[in-house]
């Protein structure tokens, strides 16, 4: 679980560490408000489509009763899965999504500079990777309450995956372009 969770936000980190210094000295009106503006407005455009994308189903997740992509968590762990295997996990699992490349486009469009922008993305994946890193302390401290908690917390979310994306993408989608239309 370590080696997982430490491989995920390394991955993640260094990506954005990688945006970071990629647009970093890109001046094409950047740092003004009304660059932030259109940002946020492109980031709203985004989020809110994909809210739509799941309203309408041309976006569909893998529902609480569907079988799981790869076997049961019980017959990964009866495998035994290895360091190595958790280390190749992590990344592949945390592959940059929509929310966090949202995240990114608006910490460039802020330009804070290499500095502040690898502070704001490690606060980003900080908040991001906080039930991980939760779990894994209650996973030290006491495992099988980490199981029962993992398992009632999958089984809450799976039953309201769907609600959970829709009023996070609308939510997120609205308040960016409101936020965006008043700034530019």
């Known amino acids: 679980m370590t080696a997982y969770v430490a491989a995920g936000l ?7 560490l990688i945006i970071i210094l990629a647009f970093s000295g890109i001046h094409l009106g950047s740092g003004t408000k009304r660059t932030k503006g259109i940002a946020e407005i492109a980031a709203g455009v985004l989020a809110i489509g994909l809210g739509v994308g799941v309203l309408t189903g041309r976006i569909r997740g893998r529902g609480a009763g569907d079988a799981p992509l790869h076997g049961s968590w019980e017959g990964r762990r009866s495998e035994g899965i ?3 295997t958790a280390v190749l996990a992590g ?3 945390h ?5 966090y490349l949202i995240a990114l486009d608006l910490i460039v469009a802020s330009q804070p500079g290499v500095t502040g922008g690898f502070v704001d993305v490690l606060i980003y994946n900080g908040i991001w990777f906080a039930l991980p890193l939760g ?3 209650v996973c ?4 099988p309450a980490s199981r029962r908690a ?7 979310a799976s039953a309201r995956m769907r609600a959970i994306v829709l009023t996070v ?10 936020s965006g239309a008043f700034t530019v």
């Open 10 to 16: 390394v991955f993640t980190v260094t990506f954005g």
């Open 82 to 84: 290895t360091m190595r």
């Open 91 to 93: 990344p592949a699992t």
């Open 95 to 99: 592959i940059p999504g929509l929310l």
């Open 135 to 137: 779990a894994l302390v």
């Open 140 to 143: 030290i401290i006491d495992p």
């Open 150 to 156: 993992v398992e009632g917390i999958h089984a809450w």
């Open 169 to 178: 993408s609308f939510g997120l989608g609205t308040a960016l372009l409101l």
